[in-house]
């Protein structure tokens, strides 16, 4: 079952905006508009930062944002701060026998 | 406030046995699927089962699929997961995830989650 995939790393400076790919397939993100971000702190848990696509939970900043287009999701990081230093990974349902699959993660460094 | 609390992780030969607990609270525990989700030390992100809010769907990836059994008990706010046959690529940090609605299904996603428990499969 392979994995959705992202680029390793992405890094932009404060102040700019990254984005970060999440390439699948029609029986993925192609076929469902339910794709969500999760960002990682190093040493913690995910967090869940972005759901169907482009809505963000409460309490997450809007500098977050989420699209999609075709086969591809895609989460957009407005003004760059520090504290984005982390892992994120997209994650779609997938009509297979293995029905979730994750990215495989974008490593964000702040320059 | 959303708790969720995984216990039980160690170290096991392969071969071996061990089940997870997940104690939740701050939230109707029967009102909501759950999940596990899994993370080997250093990698990515690999969603483990899932289970309906009244344990009569569960789902499983193929990669564990006859090996591990996902259960809840809704009297004890509890989600577990039991694993046998364990073998060495079963490596991981073993989070317990709650699901946005109380059946998986298509709009999944994985609102909140624990700190995880390390399990290590290791001869």
């Known amino acids: 079952q392979s994995a959705l995939t992202q680029p390793a790393s992405v890094s932009g400076s404060p102040g700019q905006s990254i984005t970060i790919s999440c390439n699948g397939t029609?029986?993925?993100?192609?076929?469902?508009?339910?794709v969500s971000w999760y960002q990682q702190l190093p040493g913690k848990a995910p967090k869940l930062i972005i759901f169907d696509v482009s809505s963000r939970p409460s309490g997450v900043s809007n500098r977050f944002s989420g699209s999609k287009s075709g086969t591809t999701a895609s989460l957009t990081i407005s003004g760059l701060q520090a504290e984005d230093q982390a892992d994120y990974y997209c994650?779609?349902?997938?009509?297979?026998?293995?029905?979730?699959?994750f990215g495989t993660g974008t490593k964000v460094t702040v320059l | 406030e959303v708790l969720l609390v995984e216990s039980g992780g160690g170290l096991v030969q392969p071969g071996g046995s061990l089940r997870l607990s997940c104690a939740a609270s701050g939230f109707t525990f029967d009102d909501f699927a759950m999940h596990w989700v899994r993370q080997a030390p250093g990698r990515g992100l690999e969603w483990v089962s899932g289970?309906?809010?009244?344990?009569?769907?569960?789902v499983y990836a193929d990669s564990v699929k006859g090996r591990f059994t996902i259960s809840r008990d809704n009297a004890k706010n509890s989600l577990y997961l039991q694993m046998n046959s364990l073998r060495t690529e079963d490596t991981a940090f073993y989070y317990c995830?709650?699901?946005?609605?109380?059946?998986?299904?298509?709009?999944?996603?994985?609102?909140?989650w624990g700190l995880g428990t390390l399990v290590t499969v290791s001869s």
């Open positions: 289970i309906s809010w009244n344990s009569g769907f569960t």
């Open positions: 994650t779609s349902y997938r009509s297979s026998s293995t029905p979730y699959v």
């Open positions: 995830t709650k699901d946005r609605g109380y059946q998986w299904n298509y709009e999944t996603r994985f609102e909140h």
């Open positions: 029609s029986s993925d993100v192609g076929g469902y508009n339910y």
